[in-house]
């Protein structure tokens, strides 16, 4: 009998990276802008940040298709994903709605996409 040894099904997720994110990745030689496998199932945002490097307590959003989110979304195939830092510029931040988002977090519990992590 032939067992399949291959890991799970994986497909991939659009990632950019900005601001300071940026600069600590391409310090590093490491690109900006990838396409990263992540399970079928999806993945916490969270674990993908720290699955290229990027230190969660430097984040302060997470778009996935262009939707603001926190570190606690689920990142699904198919999806775009963008790692804010902080430090974003004050006209920035109320543009992207970093600002605003900042605000509901502490008052809504999220739009159903949140890991639970």
Not at 15 to 42: E, H, K, M, N, W
Not at 80 to 94: D, K, L, Q, S
Request: aromatic letters at 6%.
């Amino acid at each position: 009998m032939v067992t399949d040894a291959s890991p799970a099904p994986r497909a991939s997720v659009t990632v950019r990276i900005f601001g300071s994110l940026r600069q600590l990745r391409t310090a590093q030689g490491l690109p900006y802008a990838l396409d990263v496998d992540v399970p079928r199932g999806g993945v916490a945002a969270r674990d993908l940040a720290v699955s290229l490097g990027l230190p969660p307590e430097k984040i302060e959003g997470v778009f996935v298709n262009h939707g603001l989110h926190g570190l606690g979304v689920r990142v699904s195939p198919g999806d775009r994903v963008a790692f804010v830092p902080y430090g974003t510029p004050g006209p920035h931040r109320v543009f992207l709605g970093l600002y605003a988002a900042g605000r509901e977090a502490s008052e809504t519990p999220g739009d159903g996409r949140d890991a639970g992590g």
